[in-house]
């Protein structure tokens, strides 16, 4: 544990003596260590794995930008500011909105429930808990329509009513709610076991009431833990496309989400305004990324300070 | 030891557990529940008639095939991906080490248009794939691809943190006792990263199976050629084939299932292995 923070930092172990850099002193190889490889194996082995990722990812991600901006800035934002295009990205934020609040307060319960109580049957509750990640996005939209479409479960139900769920927007949300359901609770539950329960317990001794237990001491304790699944949760509900599109009946302008549009786009060749709504797309995921990546930053900082304070 | 275990001293059990069972009941149970009910309106030789057509088979072959392809290329590149980023450094490291997660954050519809554009035969890559007869782009191989992207990062997230965990004096011990670098990486490195690897080729695999947005696009979708397992459900229900689309969700979730139930299984002995080890 003590020396984990020594592990790839001297695997470069410089020369020891600070030695002005002299041209001679440069080429003059230092010492490879003996678990070091070779300096033709290291160079040719990072080569090859910036190959493979350029090919599979970087280059796909740059032609997203390049086929975008194509035809010049302006064009690209005509694209962005059509009435669909509008439309579609209100529906995909409405979707968000809806979805990702009620698999947040699910992660919470879970989590609480999970982490904070000894009960039979807890490691099935968790198995099921993961059950989406193995659905098929298209099966996700499919039992949708099995549930609520016109020959489904609740379809006559629905249509004496005259209540409209699938290809229409209440089945949108469902769908997708559906699909991010476990992202949340998948961050919360291994956070809030690793964390004890000692903190709350002290709370609830001292007379702390169960909503002030979970404002004061629950909530700030998960908040980082809680934004980074529910960052996750965002980005897979605004980018979600198999499932929407089963439920979704592509109406423009009405049940279009994002990812539909893109598609619709596409398949009436219009590449340059497909592109530039993929393109956004592209950044909401390249923003998920850099908040994913600060939110680990800062949790990997967080450990190391409070190891410090421990071992003066 | 007859009732009333030990559940804990903090208050919510029965609203945080209530709801939580509730609300995954609501939203993942009951859904799914509508499968089985919905197949079992086909008496057997229905549903095998639908399950084992020429045109599923066909589908399955290449969805499984594909899937396997491209994990098994996610195995072996990921590995090297991984060791790279655990062990060398270099300009630009840590941006090329938040690139591999870019493949679970870019909406699927995204990634399939992107390397439909890069892989079809005017493409930037495509275009020079073309003069050595390859035709990526609307082929098996253009599933293969979009497969391989979509799974790239599983490999190298469960490989990466075991390389970076390896007590390095395995290796200089192997390296005393006077192994080569090859010799080490067979008897020493390879051992201890076969499980995370496997687990990795295991959940590329799994999350290949059930993919849809990225392989759309570029697959062509030709019936009986590049026509993947979900894609066919998509057709059954665009024609109201309710209980034939459900009866080849039954087949997919079933593979699914089996291949998580095996993950777990994986899991744990990594954590054994690795536990073992470290």
Avoid at chain 1, 81 to 86: F, K
């Amino acid at each position: 544990m003590s020396d984990a923070s020594a592990g790839p930092a001297d695997a470069i172990a410089p020369v020891p003596e600070r030695a002005p850099v002299s041209a001679r002193a440069r080429a003059r190889p230092r010492p490879r260590r003996v678990d070091e490889d070779p300096p033709l194996v290291r160079w040719g082995l990072t080569l090859l794995a910036l190959g493979f990722l350029s090919a599979f990812v970087l280059v796909p991600c740059a032609a997203v930008v390049v086929e975008a901006l194509r035809d010049g800035v302006r064009l690209w934002w005509t694209a962005l500011v059509d009435p669909d295009a509008l439309a579609a990205i209100r529906l995909t934020v409405l979707v968000a909105a809806i979805a990702v609040p009620l698999n947040a307060l699910f992660g919470l319960a879970a989590a609480w429930s999970i982490t904070r109580f000894r009960y039979r049957g807890k490691s099935a509750l968790v198995s099921l808990i993961d059950l989406p990640f193995g659905v098929s996005p298209v099966i996700s939209g499919m039992v949708t329509v099995l549930l609520f479409g016109a020959q489904g479960w609740f379809g006559p139900w629905l249509v004496e009513r005259g209540w409209k769920v699938v290809f229409a927007v209440p089945g949108i949300v469902l769908a997708t709610v559906f699909v991010t359901f476990p992202f949340v609770a998948r961050e919360l539950i291994p956070f809030m076991e690793s964390q004890g329960l000692e903190e709350e317990e002290a709370a609830h001794v001292l007379g702390a009431s169960g909503w002030q237990l979970f404002m004061k001491v629950t909530l700030p304790n998960v908040k980082w833990s809680l934004l980074y699944g529910v960052i996750l949760c965002n980005a897979r509900a605004m980018g979600e496309f198999g499932a929407v599109s089963v439920v979704s009946g592509h109406i423009r302008g009405l049940t279009n989400t994002l990812p539909l549009h893109v598609e619709i786009l596409y398949n009436e060749y219009a590449f340059r305004a497909a592109f530039a709504v993929a393109s956004l797309l592209f950044l909401l995921a390249l923003v998920t990324l850099v908040a994913k990546k600060t939110l680990e930053w800062r949790q990997h900082h967080a450990r190391h300070a409070a190891r410090r304070s421990v071992t003066p | 030891m007859s009732r009333a275990p030990r559940r804990g001293v903090l208050p919510g059990f029965g609203l945080s557990t209530g709801f939580t069972v509730l609300y995954l009941s609501l939203v993942v149970l009951v859904p799914l529940s509508t499968l089985a009910v919905k197949s079992s309106a086909l008496t057997w030789a229905q549903a095998w008639a639908i399950v084992a057509s020429p045109r599923a088979i066909a589908s399955y072959k290449l969805t499984f095939g594909a899937s396997a392809a491209a994990a098994g290329v996610n195995v072996v590149f990921g590995v090297l991906v991984a060791w790279v980023l655990a062990r060398y450094r270099f300009p630009g490291r840590s941006l090329v080490d938040a690139l591999v997660d870019l493949p679970f954050a870019l909406p699927t519809a995204v990634s399939g248009i992107a390397l439909t554009a890069v892989y079809s035969r005017t493409g930037w890559i495509g275009r020079h794939l073309e003069p050595l007869g390859i035709q990526a782009a609307f082929s098996w191989l253009g599933v293969a691809i979009a497969l391989t992207f979509i799974g790239l990062p599983f490999v190298i997230r469960t490989v990466q943190p075991v390389l970076e965990d390896l007590d390095r004096e395995l290796e200089e011990a192997a390296a005393v006792l006077g192994a080569g670098r090859w010799e080490t990486f067979r008897r020493v490195l390879f051992p201890a990263v076969l499980p995370a690897a496997i687990t990795g080729f295991a959940l590329s695999f799994a999350r290949a199976l059930g993919e849809y947005g990225s392989v759309v696009f570029i697959s062509g979708n030709m019936p009986m050629k590049t026509e993947i397992a979900p894609l066919l459900i998509m057709t059954r229900l665009e024609q109201y084939d309710y209980a034939g689309a459900a009866a080849i969700s039954v087949v997919l979730l079933g593979a699914s299932f089996v291949l998580l139930l095996a993950i777990n299984r994986l899991q744990a002995w990594t954590r054994a292995r690795t536990g073992a080890t470290a």
